[in-house]
């Protein structure tokens, strides 16, 4: 038990502990080793308690436990963050994987999720009634981490991100205190969550507007890696221009084994995975242009939602080694691609990868005050990925992934999305909220002006003397 748990054993502990339904970990306890894991095995740390809420009531015990008693606090999702925001070393981890539901309302298309759900038991839920809320591109990820950074995904171009579906969050906030946040109620709060973090309380519900989306067309189609930059270059000119149905995200990456053919593996190459969410009868004529590029191979075809989603998830299990490094880009020009081809054709382990996915359509007609989320003019949130499943290999896959980062970096937009980056300090987190990131601060203060939810990319609570000019500056 760490040294801040040992001073508070007793009757304070006991008391913590006949008011919380869930369960207790400790150091040393049976569950410990398993309950301090997260999705990335680079990172190990150690909290000195783990207390796994089954409800709200839990979350505020959990949080005035904390506050009264000065821990340092981490909120746990999914568990899937990049950096390891979730968990942290001796203090108290809030992990919210036992408050998870579920329910659908098919009269309003609305979906109602608890705040440790992951997306895949949504998917399973809305595809039931032919809906869908928009996600990311794999489905074992949490819906509280990603949708509480903006939430960038198969469905961004015909129906925006996850935050632009986002119609009300529960949420305890730093004093234990409960409110229920929407566009009417604590509007300032609402805005600040749709791309603000964990920063500024604990959601113990969302509530997301959901979309007819049963069954889309989609699959990753290849090109050798020697043919990138023709590639992209088309790509750049095609997708922006695409009916807002079509999406699909741009790749460097080494086919790693099945279900793809042996002839393919291990080899480099420039991939593309789409999603078309339209009317079936015109997928042969929309994907006609995908054909004419002449991939090497082709997997496109009519699936599920919940399928296309969890297409990767059994290649990316947990405990895999992650690193990774982000940026936004609005070009891809000719030294771009050729920065792709230079390190698309050196990819370090099977599978590393780099992503750019497109920011168009309907999540770059929400205006760019409307969220926090800076970027809606970049043309891509890009994302480099150094992955593997043997610790001997952290070195390499970290260093393939900042050498390609820092080539490409001077080409960016200069901020990237705060899901894609590990913990970077807070001059990355400027640069990423840009004209918004004041505007936080004063909103920060209002909710949580000690600062007591800091393990995630830190908003700092601003001073008194910039209130008035930050919420002049952004709205
Ligand atoms: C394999 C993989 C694929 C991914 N693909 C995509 C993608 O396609 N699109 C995309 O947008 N992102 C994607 N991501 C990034 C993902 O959005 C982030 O990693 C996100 O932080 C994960 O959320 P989580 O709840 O699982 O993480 P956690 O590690 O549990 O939490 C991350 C942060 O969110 C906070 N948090 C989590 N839940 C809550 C809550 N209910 N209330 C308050 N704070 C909370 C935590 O305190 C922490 O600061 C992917 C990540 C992985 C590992």
Not at 1 to 26: C, R, T
Not at 229 to 253: K, R, S, V
Not at 302 to 330: E, T
Request: some cysteine; proline content about 6%.
């Amino acid at each position: 038990m760490s040294n801040l748990f040992k001073d508070l054993k007793g009757p304070l502990l006991e008391e913590f502990s006949s008011k919380v339904s869930g369960q207790l970990i400790f150091p040393g306890d049976a569950a410990y080793d398993q309950a301090r894991k997260v999705y990335n095995a680079m990172i190990d740390k150690r909290p000195g308690m783990i207390v796994k809420c089954m409800d709200t009531a839990d979350v505020i015990h959990a949080v005035n436990f904390a506050r009264e008693n000065k821990l340092p606090v981490a909120v746990r999702g999914g568990g899937h963050n990049g950096g390891g925001l979730g968990i942290c070393d001796d203090g108290l981890v809030i992990d919210l994987s036992g408050i998870k539901f579920v329910r659908v309302d098919t009269e309003k298309n609305t979906v109602r999720v608890g705040g440790g759900n992951l997306w895949k038991e949504v998917d399973h839920a809305t595809h039931a009634f032919g809906l869908a809320v928009p996600a990311g591109v794999v489905s074992s990820t949490g819906v509280g981490g990603l949708t509480l950074g903006g939430g960038v995904g198969y469905l961004a171009r015909k129906y925006g991100l996850t935050i632009d579906n986002l119609l009300e969050a529960d949420m305890v906030l730093a004093d234990g205190s409960f409110v229920t946040v929407n566009k009417n109620k604590h509007a300032d709060l609402f805005w600040a969550i749709r791309g603000g973090g964990g920063n500024f309380g604990i959601v113990t519900s969302f509530e997301f507007q959901a979309h007819p989306v049963a069954t889309v067309f989609g699959g990753p189609t290849l090109w050798p890696i020697e043919k990138a930059g023709e590639i992209m270059e088309w790509y750049h000119n095609f997708i922006h221009n695409a009916p807002d149905e079509l999406n699909g995200f741009i790749a460097t990456l080494v086919i790693p084994g099945p279900p793809f053919p042996t002839t393919l593996h291990n080899k480099q190459f420039c991939g593309i995975v789409w999603c078309y969410a339209g009317d079936l009868s015109k997928a042969d004529e929309i994907f006609k242009p995908v054909r004419a590029m002449n991939p090497v191979f082709e997997m496109v075809g009519p699936m599920p939602y919940p399928a296309i989603q969890s297409l990767f998830d059994g290649m990316l299990p947990p405990g895999l080694q992650w690193y990774w490094r982000a940026d936004f880009f609005n070009e891809m020009g000719p030294e771009i691609r050729n920065i792709h081809f230079r390190y698309g054709s050196k990819i370090p382990t099977p599978l590393s990868q780099m992503h750019l996915y497109p920011i168009s359509g309907a999540a770059a007609r929400v205006g760019k005050d409307e969220t926090p989320w800076a970027y809606r003019d970049a043309k891509y949130a890009g994302v480099i990925v150094g992955v593997d499943p043997d610790p001997a290999n952290a070195n390499k896959i970290t260093e393939w992934c900042k050498d390609y980062w820092e080539a490409l970096h001077p080409f960016s937009s200069g901020g990237a999305y705060l899901n894609f980056m590990m913990n970077e300090g807070q001059d990355r987190i400027k640069a990423s909220y840009k004209h918004h990131y004041d505007r936080l601060t004063v909103i920060k203060r209002k909710y949580d002006p000690d600062n007591f939810f800091k393990i995630n990319q830190n908003i700092l609570p601003a001073l008194a003397s910039v209130s008035g000019a930050a919420l002049k500056g952004s709205m």
